[in-house]
């Protein structure tokens, strides 16, 4: 599908450094990450399908932003803001504030944004609607005593995304190994600890396009599974997704479409879906699976704005629903001018 664009539409692909905010991270890696890269690839695809489309760095300063929107006379913004002021908990004020300035914006809001920022508050929100979970404590400190939780467990950073944070020291046997990532985390990150039964079945994702909307429903693209080749991995890393010279990174790789039978995919599907509504998706998100033990699929994070850089999850599973890249980054485009002013 092409999605026509409106005659001298002016687009504003809205970015943040990421390279600034990960300093702590090897520089070959930040450049993989950096959205400027990815901002340009959007502008291109965009710019070849009729727009007028060029990428704009999220100053420190908001107001210089305001001033630099004005000025670039964009009808609408393709928001690719993950850290603004160099923070990820500051990912839903980017939009608000395009909201404040009544301009159109792709993807979720405040709302969807701030509550899966919190990986505590989504599981509170999935357990409140029925959907299954990993059971979960929230750790502000290094605990004294056992929490409950049955080994092994998995510990994550409570408000972080990419897999920041997540190693395969994350995987913990027991109470030493949970006290030490805490304090892992509470001095590396300053953050408080989300810690969860580890489920060790098969891994997927699911990709949902739409706004939940009459006119633009939810759609699901086809679910991809996480295959780990080799039983040494057993969580999906900040090493596994963006260091290529870890030997994790070719041995946790995707298939899309998830190979598994009919009634596993329909199940995935249908509680994406679900998902999707609880925390009012627009425009697109992904669904992180993991099954236990005894087949039960699991919830482990909803992830409003997904990366959708060309050779991202999102990506390949719009590809195998027979969506180009710039099809799909023209389609979310179209699904935030259809909500207009928000």
Sequence with gaps: ????????????????????????????????????????????????????????????????????????????????????????????????????????????????LGICNSKALTKQLLIANGIPTPRFRLLTSEPEEETGLLYPLVVKPANEDGSAGITEESFVQDLGGLRRQVKWLKDGFRQDALVEEYAGGREFNVGVLGNGTSVDPHRSLPPAELVYRNPRWRLCTYESKWDSTHPSYAEISPVCPAEAPPDLLSRLTEITLRCARIFRI??????????????????????????????????????????SYPDLVLEILRLGRALGPR
């Design 1 to 112: 599908m092409t999605v026509a664009a409106p005659t001298a539409s002016r687009v504003a692909v809205l970015y943040t450094s990421v390279f600034e905010a990960i300093r702590d991270v090897k520089e070959e890696n930040r450049e993989d990450m950096d959205l400027a890269v990815n901002a340009r690839v959007v502008a291109e695809a965009l710019c070849s399908g009729g727009y007028e489309a060029a990428p704009l760095l999220f100053p420190k300063d908001a107001g210089e932003l305001v001033a630099a929107l004005r000025s670039c006379g964009a009808d609408v913004v393709f928001n690719l803001s993950e850290c603004p002021q160099l923070t990820p908990e500051k990912e839903p004020h980017a939009c608000a504030l395009l909201e404040l300035l009544r301009i159109p914006y792709t993807g979720n809001g405040p709302l969807a």
């Design 282 to 323: 627009a425009g697109y998100a992904r669904v992180d699976f993991r099954e236990n033990d005894a087949g039960e699929l699991l919830v482990l994070e909803v992830n409003p704005n997904p990366d959708i850089s060309p050779d991202a999850g999102l990506t390949r599973a719009a590809r195998a629903a027979g969506l």
